[in-house]
């Protein structure tokens, strides 16, 4: 069971200073304190590295839509929104307290996007959840969330505590984590030579997101179940929407790509740990296509190694690629490839989007969220 504690005191939890104007003068007002958080068993780093922080807020904004008409059409109208930026970059919780005016609400909440200005009382909860976001607008200590919740609002008076919420956030993307990789040249000619890691990236990557969210994340029993409205047909099949269609290509977002890789394996079958991760947007696709004529298609991860021998009369210095289909990726979820058994040399390279080298397993997958391991895929080459 995840938890967001609204009593006491958290570690890593700050509190924005309180807006002085009340949305509307004319009307009653109250103060809430909304509790913006990630659910703590996902509060964990899952990648080897110091360059993820996947749990860090680095600004909020609190969207108020009035629902005391209770419209069924998303015509409730923005009546104020909240932007707070920490000094420093805050973990796991923040606290923001606002005015609103009295009766039904629903607030969104989103988390490391830069600051929407939009029209009060003209703006309405339908406009946001028509909304897309960029997959550049991602970076792996400043990755997207958003949550939603709905409060009754009662009058404030100066002798009366604000009224409190909480509203759990999800990542709009999701985490490819490279695991591990078992190289095994022994019983081959390439027995002796070095194997190492130089990069990997995503390609055929979905590069827009809607913010909106089909339920309500302020309900402690529904954070894990949910989803973020998907995109439409039309705009799965736009080819702007997408980034490094085909192969890899100039102008895609950091976190797509990750050249910093220098992962030495061993090549005698041992299983050696990388932990690199990268995140992509949700892609709901399931054509397994690989024509170099575009359409939307699976994302593929591209493993880009350098094999280097000198030795029993063979010379090889080269670059190689291996490639592997992705299933059906979906928000706030970790899909963790283990198992890579590699055996021979991949492609001389990746212009193109043709079938993948040698004999792909079928993997066993099973989804969970942010908080577990346990999505794993086994490629063998």
Known sequence: M??????????CQKTAPTPPIAPDADKPTGLVTVRIGIPEEETKVLANTDNVKDFQINSVQVFVFDHSDYPTDGSDKLETDYYYEPATPVSNTVDVTLNMTTDYKFIYVLV???RMYR???SYTLADFEAELVDLAENSPTGLLMAGKGNIEVYGYSNN??????????????????????????SQTSLAGATFK??????????????????????DPGSEGIVPFLP??????ANADYWYNKITLSGGCP????????NDACSTDGTATAIGRCLFPFPNATTTDSHSNTWSARKTRLTVKAHVTKNADGISIDEDTYYTFDLPVLTSNKVYNIQNIHITQMGKPDDNTDAEVWGAVVSPTILVDEWDSDVINLSYEF
């Open 112 to 114: 490391n996007k830069a």
């Open 231 to 236: 995109l439409s047909s039309a705009q799965y």
């Open 119 to 121: 029209e009060r009382g």
């Open 254 to 261: 950091a976190v797509l790509v990750d050249n910093t890789c």
């Open 2 to 11: 995840a938890a967001l504690l609204l009593t006491g005191v958290v570690s």
């Open 160 to 185: 009366q505590a604000p009224q409190r919420m909480a509203v759990y956030v999800r990542r709009l993307c999701a985490m490819v984590k490279l695991s591990s990789v078992k190289v095994d040249f």
């Open 197 to 218: 890691i130089t990069g990997m990236y995503l390609k055929n990557a979905v590069g827009r997101a809607r913010m909106a969210l089909s339920g309500d994340t302020s």
